[in-house]
């Protein structure tokens, strides 16, 4: 059995999924996962996992619990891995891979450069990615499964509960606005989400929301337009999202779900950054909101419906 690092964020589990069905199916290995215990659940019900293996150091670097951390740590060191993927590269997930990996003959994999230099003291494998490469491209490469077919048609990645959900429309096609803001926090102006809400009057409106901004967000969204807000957790939030017809949100972590999934997807890139995109299909879609130009977000509503019609013509 072999194992794999990637503690967080959201966005950043779902992309580096890419690399299951490779290792797994065609490779034939057992894999386990360390991940943040905020974020277990996206990985739970995974055909691909033999175990998950949720940390919480980070609660207790946020509570500055020292026998928390101490618990955490002794509880890594009991699992022992011949190969251990860190997909972080940070000096955190670095650690964790020397901790969880065979003291004889023990390989630990990482990019280089890493996010953090120092990770890769504890690497004993270091591979090199391009800067020009989207995020599941790097993944791949660490895993030594490139493949850039299977990145634009690849099986669904995501495992999820089957929940009853009764905002879903059984008559009309169903939309998830994922109105969450990036991880640089920045957020469609409304009057856009609204504009696109109006030219949708046909289509089943739901809006997932976390906190309570969101949520007054969402409502001022759907004064203009039917829907529905809906605040789930993590779990039946993936489910949610893998039954809708088409997403259309900002590029954070709850979006690509759709893009796992195969669930035809409209990404917003409120950023310029191409690290953190994946690779557009016939099922995920890029709209630019970010002018470098004028430094600020811009984009014309009638460019998502253009797409919603190619998707859905």
């Not at 429309?169 to 409304?190: G, H, W």
Request: proline fraction near 6%.
């Amino acid at each position: 059995m072999d194992a794999i690092v990637k503690l967080s964020s959201l966005g950043e589990i779902i992309h580096s999924l890419i690399i299951l069905p490779l290792l797994v199916e065609f490779k034939g290995k057992q894999l386990n996962w360390v991940v943040d215990n905020d974020f277990k659940e996206i990985l739970e019900d995974n055909p691909y996992l033999s175990q998950i293996i949720p940390v919480r150091l980070e609660e207790a670097k946020r509570k500055k619990d020292w026998q928390l951390l101490t618990e955490e740590v002794d509880k890594l060191r009991k699992h022992k891995f011949p190969v251990v993927y860190d997909l972080q590269g940070i000096l955190k997930s670095g650690m964790i891979s020397f901790f969880i990996s065979q003291w004889r003959g023990g390989e630990r994999i990482g990019q280089t450069p890493a996010r953090d230099r120092i990770a890769e003291i504890f690497y004993t494998k270091k591979v090199p990615v391009r800067a020009d490469w989207v995020a599941t491209e790097r993944y791949m490469a660490i895993a030594d499964v490139y493949d850039r077919e299977f990145l634009i048609d690849h099986p669904p990645l995501i495992g999820y509960k089957y929940y009853p959900l009764p905002q879903l429309s059984s008559t009309r096609k169903n939309v998830a606005f994922v109105i969450q803001p990036n991880s640089e926090s920045q957020q469609l102006p409304i009057e856009k989400w609204i504009e696109i809400g109006k030219n949708l009057r046909e289509w089943n409106i739901i809006i997932p929301y976390t906190t309570p901004q969101e949520e007054e967000y969402g409502k001022k969204i759907l004064e203009h337009t039917d829907g529905h807000l809906v605040n789930y957790p993590l779990d039946k939030l993936k489910t949610l999202l893998s039954k809708v017809d088409l997403i259309v949100g900002h590029d954070t972590g709850a979006t690509f779900i759709g893009w796992a999934n195969n669930i035809p997807t409209i990404i917003l890139a409120l950023s310029p950054h191409r690290e953190n995109r994946v690779l557009e299909n016939k099922f995920t879609k890029y709209v630019e909101c970010f002018s470098i130009n004028s430094n600020k977000i811009e984009m014309d509503p009638k460019e998502v419906l253009s797409l919603i019609n190619y998707l859905f013509g």
